[in-house]
């Protein structure tokens, strides 16, 4: 970075938070971005809500991810909350299930495929609440 002035007189130089976080070799600070890494670790543990089976996941997971399957968007009081949602959408259009004879991932709703079935075959959402069944209901064992 190039700094310059009087040794005389002391003052406050303004860097762009962009240029900090550029590496040394690039004339930066080599700095991570911290916007970068609050959305990863917001990801990551959005990703541990919708998946993991522990008890205060699923409390979690029970008032606020089911109101987004009903496309609910009204306001839900909590600080996490809206960084979850954003997130979950994110992840519903990125990720994609791995499948297993223990899997709990629906068969119609959850992205296992690519796409949600219910997506590929335009079903209806008043019927898609009716249809419960889990991937691992399918897979027989020889």
Known sequence: MDISGSCEETKLIRV????????YSQDG???KDLGLLNDSLLKKL???????????????REPYLMQLRKSHRGYVTSSIWPSFRCHYSDLLKEGIWLIGENSQRYFWRDNWLGVPILELLGIPDYLASL???????FIYEQ
């Open 131 to 137: 249809l419960r069944a889990r991937v691992s209901d």
């Open 46 to 60: 959005t990703w541990k809500c919708m998946t993991s089976q522990s008890f205060a996941f699923s409390f979690l």
């Open 29 to 31: 600070l080599g700095l």
């Open 16 to 23: 762009a938070w962009d240029r900090c976080c550029k590496p």
